[in-house]
């Protein structure tokens, strides 16, 4: 859900995503359920029933042999079985932990006993393939013996060193594949490979100009992995800081524009998945990364295809073909043959499952028209970039800080976890059970005093004797069985209640558990992007984990033990009453002693728990990062550095932990020391005070012993009730975010129904703090009109996309929809009747038809339509050996398993069936193939010629058919018109495109035709 959260707010699937996750939820908490009520029976069975059995028992056995109970007697064995309580209360605690580890190490054994990524086969001769079969990775042995199953086979290719190879290819012929198998990303299934791997050790400290290039590989991947860190330091990625070999990498990445329009220029945070960066900066900064590297080799997957036609022209002359390139092994995917191939001294064409052509770029002339253009002179256009002036300064942060609270915890926090349990009347419930529990163990003790003090009246001056079991029952040995009976009765009703207030306490725990989980997940549905792109995920995954944990498992526990030695403590105080009132003095002294050390220990403590719960965010974080880098890391051989770096956020962790556990035996000893200080005191009391009886002093002495446990306890479970609750602290920070507005007017059911879109003086900006975006920008776009829009990176054309679905705040200006100011309606309409299809689509795990449909609103045959529809586009795969997508195709997390084209693909089919009056397309084709992006075009002309299209993109053939085209510069409309009417302006922006996209002539002549 956290990574497709934009694909959820832009479709308005916040309600259905709530449900999907709470039927989640539910089915989780009835397994909690069904554990709570199984440990709640052992915690029963151990904690109340065994102690009072095994008393019960030997106090009736004692009985029946010898006749009577002395004080002596009764109250040393009461005591004794007592004291076992604790530690029998421990059984079940040990049986849980025990289970959960072996459940938890199952699941470690599960994933340890996987095969490993096989052994890269290392060669200094270069990349090359012999005879090979490979397939995407997947569940089961990694290597076979037949290509059933490949989705490349038979590939012999030997790519040449320090040569530009280009591998070409339609949507879905398996470029991407190819990449990853020179990664060792894949499964080999036969043949072999050579290619080059990143060394583990490397002293970077000793690179210089001279040996700064060494027998290792960098790659770029088809979705950019940018890390949550600065422009700066995901370009270096840990080598040392070059300052001319970083100043020439920005220059060939065309970044150095990019860091003039930010404020704090190359020290500007990405943030998580570079979402402070547009596309096409994301894509550039990871070849960046590539070429600041020391490898010799580069391998790169489709990275023009977020770059508009002067930045790739730029990027390909300067970084791929430039001087940072010399002397290095080059090989990218890419569908943008007309730009690479004229230069490549090798290239790939894939088509049906394996490698169709391998060899010189001029040998393509007969493999088809596509690739003619490619073998023409290109114009190139280049604008000399100026370096920026790099300075020593504080950058802004853009990931906001953890928050720490400090000092004691706000009483709305208590408050706030007993309304979700509840309210009054359960924890009444829970509170009365609790009280009546220790009101009978009080009771059951007294009865007792009164059997004991009953017989050492009577039978004083008797000699005991042991009593045959087939003597007379005498009027004392029926008062006996009497006060046996009645013992015995009380004993089966504290364990009832003892059952009652664990089940209570049950209830509670689950409702609370419930409401907050349900009030974080609204809260995080609903949150603005804005808000959510400056979290990294790792915060939201660790109170989803960790701090619920902590709600579902460790408060509700904390609440009941504390309610139950609260009122233990009040029954040993009064139990010390019947001695003298000064014991209860003594007992409140010592009580404000133990008061004031708890405070010292909170003091420490309540910190020390908030930095061991906000040092885990970092560790969830690394590693969703990691796991989301993983080709990348590897392929640069960092993942020595990650592990340390792993290892100093759990070492950051396990520190905190430690001095917890430091200050629980600090506390600990102290409160042992507090109760035998008592014990001793109530004991003197007893032999001074020679009007107590021998069972009144049994009696006290038997609930004295309990008070150094008993305080200790409690003083334990209250501070671990304090420092667990900052758990819900934790929730309610984000519970408490402002989330978007849902208000507004009500449209009608067909609302859009003409798709008539008008802007007036818009000015928007992420953030108040912020450079705007869109400034005073006026359209006004007709119903079903096709408009496309244009403009270099960081123009404002996503901008322009997301300010239609009101992600961006509007400082000035609005926007009309059919003369509906979309500002005054409810945001879940708004985004409900338009669609975008973005650049990078995230799908969800499972299958075709749960992405298409995720919530079984049409039938299969209409899926099935869609899909056929998009299948049409790509002629070229019937017939093909790669597999066919069909309903039933699985997706992993993501749609990793898929092709950027596939992805896309995916959701114009998503759109075919919703069938939206207007829609969005963010560079919706810029990772298909020229071919068949022509063919998407006729397919969306064809399919949504009753819809407003507003499409955004780089290629310019892709809109050229369109009714007009907007040209966006720094936020503003610089051009508006249609195709014929914009080329027609001398020295005009989108003149001056067609000029630089390497195909003007054939762009000019459908123009004018």
């Not at 010292?600 to 989301?628: C, N, W």
């Not at 002309?941 to 507003?950: A, G, R």
């Amino acid at each position: 859900m956290l990574r497709g959260m934009r694909q959820i707010k832009f479709s308005s699937l916040e309600s259905e995503w709530k449900k999907r996750i709470s039927d989640c939820r539910e089915e989780e908490l009835r397994a909690l359920r069904t554990t709570f009520i199984y440990n709640a029976t052992l915690f029963s069975i151990f904690w109340s029933l065994s102690p009072l059995l095994l008393s019960s028992v030997s106090l009736s056995v004692y009985v029946l042999c010898y006749g009577n109970l002395t004080p002596s007697v009764a109250f040393t064995v009461i005591s004794m079985l007592g004291s076992l309580q604790l530690s029998l209360a421990i059984v079940p605690e040990f049986f849980t932990r025990g289970q959960e580890a072996k459940v938890s190490s199952r699941r470690i054994n599960k994933y340890l006993d996987l095969e490993d990524k096989p052994p890269i086969t290392s060669s200094p001769d270069g990349i090359s393939f012999h005879d090979a079969s490979v397939s995407w990775s997947t569940e089961g042995p990694l290597r076979g013996t037949g290509t059933e199953s490949a989705l490349l086979h038979n590939l012999n290719l030997a790519f040449p060193k320090d040569g530009l190879s280009v591998i070409v290819g339609k949507t879905g012929s398996g470029k991407s594949l190819l990449i990853s198998s020179i990664l060792g990303e894949c499964a080999l299934l036969r043949g072999r490979i050579n290619t080059v791997s990143s060394p583990e050790q490397c002293s970077e400290e000793l690179a210089d100009n001279e040996n700064w290039i060494i027998p290792a590989i960098a790659n770029t991947t088809e979705s950019p992995w940018i890390e949550n860190a600065s422009i700066k330091n995901n370009i270096i990625f840990e080598l040392p800081f070059d300052i001319a070999r970083y100043n020439s990498v920005l220059s060939a990445c065309a970044l150095l524009e990019d860091l003039r329009l930010l404020e704090d220029g190359d020290l500007t945070e990405v943030g998580p998945n570079g979402v402070n960066l547009s596309g096409g900066q994301r894509w550039r900064l990871a070849l960046a990364r590539a070429l600041y590297s020391r490898a010799n080799t580069l391998v790169m997957d489709d990275i023009f295809s977020a770059l508009d036609a002067h930045t790739g022209r730029h990027v390909y002359k300067n970084a791929l073909t430039g001087d940072l390139a010399r002397g290095r092994t080059r090989i990218i995917a890419t569908h943008n043959v007309e730009l690479c191939l004229p230069d490549a001294d090798y290239v790939v064409h894939l088509n049906n499952g394996t490698a169709e052509y391998t060899g010189k770029v001029t040998g393509l002339q007969t493999r088809g028209p596509e690739f003619l253009p490619a073998l023409e002179d290109q114009r190139s256009h280049e604008a000399a970039p100026t370096a920026v002036e790099l300075e020593d300064r504080k950058p802004r942060s853009f990931i906001m800080e953890e928050k720490r609270e400090t000092g004691a915890l706000q009483s709305s926090i208590y408050q706030t976890y007993l309304r979700a349990g509840g309210g009054l009347g359960i924890w009444t419930l829970v509170f009365l059970s609790y009280a009546s529990y220790e009101a009978l163990i009080l009771g059951r003790s007294w009865w007792v005093k009164i059997w004991t003090g009953h017989s050492s009246q009577n039978q004083h001056l008797r000699t005991i004797q042991p009593v045959s079991s087939y003597a007379e029952i005498t009027r004392d040995d029926r008062d006996t069985i009497q006060y046996l009976y009645i013992y015995g009765y009380l004993s089966i009703v504290v364990c009832c209640l003892g059952i009652v207030r664990q089940f209570a306490l049950m209830l509670a725990t689950i409702r609370a558990s419930r409401e907050l989980f349900k009030r974080f997940v609204t809260a995080i549905l609903h949150t603005p992007l804005q808000y959510l792109d400056r979290i990294p995920q790792g915060r939201i995954l660790n109170r989803l984990s960790t701090d619920f944990n902590r709600i579902d498992s460790k408060i509700g526990i904390d609440a009941g033990f504390l309610i139950g030695e609260s009122l233990k403590l009040l029954a040993v105080m009064t139990a010390g009453l019947f001695i003298s009132p000064l014991l209860l003095i003594f007992g409140i002294v010592l009580m404000g002693y133990c008061w004031r050390v708890s405070s010292v220990y909170l003091a420490g403590a309540r910190e020390i728990k908030r930095l061991e719960s906000i040092s885990r965010s970092p560790i969830y974080e690394q590693i969703r990062s990691s796991l989301t880098g993983l080709t990348t890391i590897r392929a640069f051989g960092r993942f020595n550095h990650y592990t340390q770096s792993m290892n100093s956020n759990i070492d950051h962790h396990m520190q905190a932990s430690w001095y917890l556990a430091l200050f629980q035996r600090w506390l600990g000893f102290r409160m042992g020391l507090v109760g035998g200080i008592f014990s001793t005191v109530t004991a003197a009391l007893v032999i001074q005070v020679p009007t107590i009886s021998a069972s009144l002093a049994g009696f006290t002495l038997s609930f004295a012993l309990q008070y150094s446990s008993t305080i200790t306890l409690l003083l334990r479970q209250y501070v671990n009730m304090e420092l667990n609750m900052s758990a819900i602290e934790r929730i309610v920070e984000y519970t408490n975010v402002e989330g978007e507005d849902q208000t507004g007017i009500d449209v009608p059911e067909n609302w859009p129904s003409e798709g008539w879109i008008e802007i007036q003086d818009l000015t928007v900006g992420y953030a108040a703090n912020q450079q705007l975006v869109l400034n005073g920008l006026t359209l006004n776009i007709k119903a079903n009109e096709k408009v496309g829009i244009v403009g270099r990176t960081g123009s404002g054309k996503s901008s322009l996309a997301l300010s239609l679905f009101r992600f961006l705040e509007f400082y000035k200006g609005s926007i009309h929809i059919d003369g509906v100011d979309i500002s005054t309606i409810k945001l879940h309409d708004l985004r409900r009747r338009i669609t975008l299809i973005p650049q990078d689509p995230v799908l969800f795990s499972g299958t075709i038809r749960t992405n298409l449909d995720p919530f079984n609103d049409f039938s299969d045959a209409e899926l099935e339509n869609a899909l056929q529809r998009i299948r049409s586009v790509i002629p070229s795969v019937e017939g093909s050996k790669v597999p066919r997508l069909s309903l039933v195709s699985t997706v992993s997390e993501g749609g990793l398993n898929l092709s950027g084209g596939q992805r896309q693909l995916l959701c114009l089919a998503r759109a075919i069936i919703s069938r939206p009056k207007i829609m969005v397309l963010d560079e919706a084709t810029s990772s298909v193939d020229t071919k068949t992006d022509a063919f998407i075009q006729q397919l969306i002309q064809k399919e949504f010629k009753n819809s407003t299209l507003l499409v955004i993109a780089h290629r310019l053939s892709t809109i050229l058919n369109f009714d007009r085209i907007i040209v966006l510069d720094k936020g503003s409309v610089i051009e508006f018109g249609t195709p014929r009417e914009l080329m027609g302006i001398e020295d005009g922006h989108f003149r001056r495109l067609l000029d630089i996209s390497g195909e003007g002539k054939s762009l000019e002549e459908r123009i004018l035709a």
